[in-house]
């Protein structure tokens, strides 16, 4: 019973690890991206000081992006992001599978608009937590 034990705490101390180790690789390998925000409501009684941030690439206009493709809620995308003069990267496209040879945000479809045509996305990126009293000076920045 002692044996089993242990081997069950092990195991789940082992995928927590695995955890960390991978969110950790996607941090050190990764590219830097900048993206346009929109910062929104930095106080929660919850969870203390956040930000709450809308993506410029958040509401995507397919028609505008030259794509073809129709997608559904709740449905996994790529969007294709291209760098602008002043850094910031914008969407250029949108695919259903993964490309090659580009830089790209992996996402997923909120909402789709009346006209099948504007998507609402997700990308799991919207709020991001800071120091304890430094909400409002972030939110008038």
């Known amino acids: 019973m ?19 180790a991978y969110k950790q690789h996607w941090v050190t390998t990764g590219e830097r991206i900048i993206l346009k925000t929109i910062p929104v409501d930095p106080r ?22 030259s ?8 449905e996994k995308l790529y969007v294709i992001l291209e760098k602008d003069a ?4 914008r969407a250029v496209s949108v695919n259903k599978l993964p490309p090659t040879g580009v830089i790209y945000i992996q996402g997923r479809v909120r909402q789709v608009g009346p006209k099948f045509r504007q998507l ?3 990308y799991g990126i919207d709020s991001y937590f800071i ?5 409002k000076a972030i939110e008038t920045a």
């Open 131 to 135: 120091e304890e009293g430094k909400g």
């Open 120 to 122: 609402n996305v997700e």
């Open 67 to 74: 794509v073809s493709e129709s997608f559904g809620n709740n």
């Open 86 to 89: 002043d850094d910031t990267y």
């Open 2 to 20: 002692k044996i089993k034990f242990i081997i069950i705490i092990t195991l789940q101390v082992l995928l927590l690890i695995g955890l960390i």
């Open 44 to 65: 929660d009684i919850f969870r203390g000081d956040y930000v709450q941030l809308g993506y410029e690439i958040a509401n995507l206009d397919l028609d505008k992006l």
